[in-house]
């Protein structure tokens, strides 16, 4: 996430994360993704995972850093049972994408999200921002309310 930050002078850096609905536990899907970005070139994606490795020296120059962040996250994600990747296109960003298996934990109640005398309520939400408008459906239709989403508020 933090390299997704760094790296990305304008747009959008989201993470995703999915689990399988497996009762005691099971595999949780996890991506990073940018809409902008310096992006890594092919013969780079094969060595970005080990120590030391920059995909672009000039990129370390400019933004600084060890080359050992996705090492240590190839490692990691590793020693869960899973497996990490990237997806890239130079000058267009890159789309970092982790599996692990993780355990359930012993949370059994969920708690109440919203007051239930507010389900069924139209909710207008305007966003200028794509994520943000899809974001907000899925937090406010969670919740049983009934978004209507909008770009601007102007006159179509």
């Not at 507010?118 to 939400?125: F, I, P, R, T, Y």
């Amino acid at each position: 996430m933090g390299n997704a930050i760094k790296f990305t002078e304008r747009g959008e850096v989201s993470v995703r994360v999915e689990r399988s609905r497996k009762r005691r536990g099971g595999r949780a899907s996890t991506s990073v993704s940018r809409t902008r970005g310096i992006g890594i070139h092919v013969e780079s994606q094969i060595r970005i995972f080990e120590a030391f490795v920059q995909a672009d020296s000039s990129a370390t120059r400019r933004y600084g850093g060890t080359g050992l962040g996705l090492t240590i996250s190839r490692r990691l994600v590793e020693m869960m049972g899973g497996h990490i990747w990237l997806e890239s296109t130079p000058g267009k960003g890159a789309d970092f994408h982790f599996t692990v298996w993780l355990g359930r934990g012993s949370q059994t109640k969920r708690a109440t999200a919203a007051p239930a005398d507010l389900e069924g309520l139209a909710v207008l939400v305007v966003d200028d921002n794509f994520t943000n408008r899809r974001i907000l459906e899925e937090m406010l239709t969670g919740w049983r309310l009934r978004p209507a989403l909008a770009e601007s508020a102007g006159k179509p």
